[in-house]
């Protein structure tokens, strides 16, 4: 058996499936695809990683596409509550109540991830549908009700392009991860909040 790619299918075994296990699986999948990207990921490597029997691989996942498939959507868990967001009377002040330690290493993580499974995207239409929506889609919705609270507060015009501001941040973190290999800290994301997305969504420097 080869010990290179879940890419080729295995033949389902006759036991039950044990699902118990799943989330330290899935949680190790995703170490990897960080790690070495999903051309250098093996079914050797995760099985290793989450101290699990490459049976108990076999048994759940019958390609690597589809491990990898469902560790990325399992990343949608936990998501932010939008019912719940900040709310300073500002949109610097809730943009930057939103930098949170804890927040700014889960999105580097994802950054990487995101990077990982690239070359994958590229050919399969699922897993950039699954990455958009567990990578990209809860942040950005989180801008929106953020940048829609200033319209309503009249700080930033009626007619701006959220969705244009919402990817502001998002694409430099990105830029600054996974092309300069520097990390997301406090310092950075102030500065862009400041010197980039402010001015972009029209707030005047010293509006606040």
């Not at 389902?12 to 044990?18: A, N, P």
């Not at 999948?29 to 290793?48: H, Q």
């Not at 990487?112 to 990209?136: C, N």
């Amino acid at each position: 058996m080869s010990q290179t790619d879940l890419d080729e299918p295995k033949p389902r075994l006759g036991r039950k499936r044990d699902h118990t296990r799943d989330p330290e699986i899935l949680d190790a999948a995703l170490e990897i695809l960080a790690e070495t990207g999903y051309d250098g990921m093996t079914i050797d490597m995760v099985a290793t990683r989450a101290k699990a029997g490459k049976a108990t691989l076999y048994r759940r996942w019958s390609s690597k596409a589809e491990l990898v498939l469902d560790a990325v959507a399992c990343l949608k868990a936990g998501e932010i509550d939008l019912d719940a967001l900040p709310d300073t009377g500002t949109l610097r002040g809730d943009l930057v109540a939103m930098i949170k330690t804890p927040s700014m290493r889960d999105a580097e993580r994802k950054l990487k991830i995101m990077a990982g499974i690239v070359s994958m995207i590229a050919r399969s239409p699922e897993m950039a549908t699954a990455a958009y929506a567990a990578l990209v889609e809860p942040r950005a919705s989180v801008n929106r009700v953020l940048f829609a609270r200033a319209i309503e507060r009249d700080e930033i015009p009626a007619d701006s392009d959220v969705e244009r501001l919402c990817t502001i941040g998002p694409a430099m973190a990105a830029y600054r991860v996974l092309m300069l290999g520097r990390p997301v800290d406090r310092e950075f994301l102030e500065d862009t909040i400041d010197g980039v997305i402010l001015p972009a969504a029209g707030v005047r420097p010293g509006a606040e």
